[in-house]
């Protein structure tokens, strides 16, 4: 049974930083996509960034030059550096996994993710 489990949420002024992690367990696939996803109230879940087995990165536009995906597989841990945040930032943020690549605009379909955390909350004050 795959876990996933996020961390690292909590309450910044706006252009301060934070990093989420994301703890998977029970993984055995070889071909996965692994991503974050943002849901704000009254929004609907949008993908943020998304890495997969084959090492292509993927991110929502919003935050392009902003937030940096990135994994280390020998601690089964994904990772979401955000750097310059923004009010419009505020949101839950969850991490999911697929057990396959997802090609092209897929990665931002929260359909395509078998396997979801239970989400952690980001605030950003301006």
């Known amino acids: 049974q795959v876990q996933v489990e996020e961390s690292g949420g909590g309450s910044v002024q706006a252009g301060g930083s934070l990093k989420l992690s994301c703890a998977a367990s029970?993984?055995?696939?070889?071909?996965?996509?692994m991503g974050w996803f943002r849901q704000a109230p009254g929004k609907e879940r949008e993908g943020v960034a998304a890495?997969?087995?084959?090492?292509?990165?993927k991110y929502a536009d919003s935050v392009k030059g902003r937030f940096t995906i990135s994994d280390d597989s020998a601690k089964n841990t994904l990772y979401l550096q955000m750097s310059s945040l923004k009010p419009e930032d505020t949101a839950m943020y969850y991490c999911?996994?697929?057990?396959?690549?997802?090609?092209?605009?897929?990665?931002?379909?929260?359909?395509?993710?078998?396997?979801w955390g239970q989400g952690t909350q980001v605030a950003v004050s301006s």
């Open positions: 890495i997969d087995s084959d090492g292509n990165i």
């Open positions: 999911a996994a697929s057990d396959h690549v997802l090609l092209g605009a897929n990665w931002g379909n929260q359909y395509e993710y078998n396997y």
């Open positions: 029970g993984y055995t696939d070889s071909s996965y996509c």
